[in-house]
């Protein structure tokens, strides 16, 4: 396992039971569909439509274009395809007003087969008579379910480089997200990196 990943993962000595370190944790108020919605408003936006189906149609539609997809797939898998772990959620509405007391309560032993267990309205401070859990389980992915979390070993790493030096050359697509850079990133880091590519690729629009 690379060293980077295990370092996202922070030890301590305390009785802290967050998952970081960081001084605000949280979701925004109303969820991330709040944030989107807000940010798109007055935009036209087209959901359930596969960019590959209809290609030379989307990069017509304006002279840049923002591609949130898996770059191998963008590049025909040209150097081979990069692997992915995936998961399987299996949600259940329970008559409780609360399961776990929590959010999120991580199961690190072997014998157990799921990793986690989400409580989605204590995200919120739920307050509904029923909740609502997802058990989380570790899958293999192939291309019938998503593709959750690179895997960001040697040889998946070598061949993203070679897509990305083919990324580089492109001057009207900017690759960006967890899938088109094959990285792993938090909510906030992706938040992060999109403004810092606004910053770069539209600075000379200001
Ligand atoms: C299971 C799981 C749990 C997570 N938990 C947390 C957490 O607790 N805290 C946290 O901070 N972060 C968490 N994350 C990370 C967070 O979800 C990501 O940082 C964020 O979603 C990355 O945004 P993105 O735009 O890169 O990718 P995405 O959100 O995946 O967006 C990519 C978009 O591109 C679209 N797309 C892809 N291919 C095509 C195509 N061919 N045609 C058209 N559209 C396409 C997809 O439909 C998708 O809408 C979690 C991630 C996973 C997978």
């Known amino acids: 396992m690379p060293a980077f990943i295990i370092k996202r993962l ?4 305390t009785y802290d039971n967050n998952y970081f370190n960081d ?3 949280g979701i925004p108020i ?5 944030l989107t919605e807000g940010l798109l408003e007055g935009t036209e936006v087209r959901l359930n439509e596969n960019y590959f189906d209809n290609k030379e149609y989307y990069d017509s539609l304006a002279p840049k274009i923002v591609f ?4 191998d797939q963008y590049y025909d898998y040209q150097f081979g395809k990069l692997q992915y772990r995936s998961l399987r959620f299996d949600q259940q509405t329970l008559d409780t007003d609360n399961y776990q007391g929590s959010a999120l309560v991580n199961y690190t032993e072997r014998e157990i087969p799921y990793t986690r267990i ?6 919120e401070f739920g307050t509904q008579p029923k909740t609502v859990i997802t058990h989380e389980h570790p899958a293999e992915w192939d291309e019938s379910n998503e593709p959750f979390y690179p895997i960001n070993d040697q040889l998946n790493n070598e061949t993203y480089k070679k897509y990305k030096a083919l990324a580089d050359e492109e001057h009207n697509v900017i690759f960006g997200g967890r899938l088109a850079e094959y990285r792993y990133y938090d909510m906030h880091q992706i938040i992060g990196s999109a403004l810092k590519k606004v910053e770069t690729h539209f600075a000379e629009a200001n």
Do not use: C, D, L, S
Not at 68 to 71: A, F, P
């Open 10 to 13: 922070p030890v301590r000595f």
């Open 23 to 25: 001084a605000y944790q």
């Open 30 to 34: 109303g969820g991330y569909n709040k």
């Open 68 to 71: 949130t997809g898996k770059i």
């Open 118 to 123: 989400i409580e989605h309205k204590h995200f």
